[in-house]
């Protein structure tokens, strides 16, 4: 029995060719007989095929924001050398091996070819595909541009996901450092001080305070460790629930996050170039200025500066010029203002904004790797201070052994 033709679906095939070359690979198709046929067309000999399983991957099948970077790049490429779209899409699904991302532009792909736009099949997948990426590829099919728009939403997405890249590397190296820490210390506590708190009991003198101290804390770990660790995870859980079900403790994180030294520094220039780079790609791709800013306050991952563009929007619509209101807002820094007043000036507003991004960004690569290895000996410093001091504690009452004997 013929089978029925369905949707698009990615088959494994098995065969040989006319040389009698065992082959095999992967190919989409509605049904496992234009497979076959599309093979013999081709010259090869199939002997088995059937679709693609589902692979176990534990994780590493998730898309990730980084992942629809490259695709929009590989997209913009092939979109710039002349290749049609549909074709693009095929090739580009062909060299990608995360199989959720190659269904995803294989949906994609089908929409466009059942003759939805390319916009509105982006939009069926909000989770990967935001309003800012929708919209400007929305201008660019409406105005003939699309190659142009697919290269600066391709150069957006690379820009912001490094920069994500970079404040997360800088928060991510003491994290680790001192989780480990904890985990030294608390299996010193349990396990290797009693075993020394079964020597001192042999000596017949009173132990040194800070030895008391540290065999204090490991009765208290003894007994007490499921209880310590269990409120470590439930504060941790506690926390991540409370932030992603409260607007109003997400806003007091990013308000708390400006005001660390150092790090806050790195996230308020990034936040700039952030701001800087949204609002130059889309005021580049045509976008009216007010509408710009829309986007803008939705991409610029903190409330303080989402609030300053709300109200920047609200006074550039009653007539300000928009150097004048970022300089009203009093976040941005004055380089960036300047530029801006520059740029408004000689009618390249999106040019200058690029190069106050490219500056900032470049201004956060060279923090985050100033603060990367100014921690490097702090970190080490404070491990060993902990660690340390518990062998130390350890230690003392035998450095006093001779007083004893």
Not at 111 to 137: E, I, W
Not at 152 to 159: D, G, L, S, V
Not at 216 to 234: H, N, P, R, T
Not at 246 to 270: F, Q, T
Request: with cysteine.
């Amino acid at each position: 029995m013929a089978e029925k033709a369905g949707k698009l679906v990615t088959f494994q095939w098995q065969g040989k060719d006319r040389n009698g070359r065992d082959l095999k690979g992967e190919l989409p198709g509605r049904s496992i007989a234009l497979v076959k046929a599309e093979l013999r067309k081709q010259g090869i000999n199939p002997t088995k095929v059937r679709k693609k399983g589902l692979s176990l991957s534990f994780g590493g099948n998730t898309i990730k924001p980084m992942d629809i970077a490259i695709f929009t790049r590989q997209l913009a490429t092939m979109v710039k050398a002349g290749v049609p779209l549909l074709q693009a899409f095929d090739i580009t699904a062909e060299g990608i091996e995360k199989a959720a991302l190659k269904d995803l532009v294989n949906q994609v792909k089908n929409d466009v070819a059942g003759g939805t736009s390319l916009a509105d099949s982006l939009r069926k997948h909000p989770q990967y595909f935001d309003d800012l990426y929708c919209n400007l590829v929305e201008s660019g099919e409406q105005s003939g541009a699309l190659e142009t728009l697919l290269d600066r939403i391709a150069t957006y997405k690379e820009k912001t996901e490094a920069l994500k890249a970079k404040i997360k590397k800088a928060m991510k190296y003491p994290i680790a450092v001192i989780l480990v820490a904890i985990v030294v210390s608390g299996i010193l506590l349990i396990k290797v001080v009693p075993q020394f708190e079964e020597v001192f009991a042999g000596f017949g003198a009173e132990l040194p305070a800070f030895t008391q101290l540290v065999i204090g804390i490991s009765e208290v770990m003894q007994e007490w460790w499921f209880i310590v660790l269990g409120s470590i995870i439930g504060i941790v859980l506690f926390t991540r629930a409370t932030l992603a079900r409260s607007k109003a403790a997400r806003d007091s994180r990013d308000r708390m996050l400006l005001k660390i030294p150092v790090i806050g520094e790195i996230i308020d220039k990034a936040a700039t170039a952030r701001f800087s780079r949204t609002l130059a790609t889309t005021f580049a791709a045509g976008v009216p200025l007010v509408d710009a800013l829309d986007s803008v306050a939705g991409a610029a991952g903190n409330v303080v500066y989402a609030n300053a563009t709300n109200q920047i929007k609200e006074d550039v619509s009653s007539g300000q010029q928009l150097q004048f209101a970022m300089r009203t807002s009093g976040i941005f820094p004055p380089m960036a203002t300047q530029m801006v007043a520059i740029g408004e000036e000689s009618g390249s507003l999106d040019e200058m904004l690029a190069k106050v991004a490219t500056h900032y960004e470049e201004e956060v690569d060279n923090m985050v790797d100033g603060l990367t290895s100014l921690m490097e000996p702090l970190i080490m410093a404070v491990l060993g201070i902990v660690v340390g001091g518990l062998i130390i504690a350890m230690y003392l009452p035998i450095f006093q052994l001779g007083s004893v004997v």
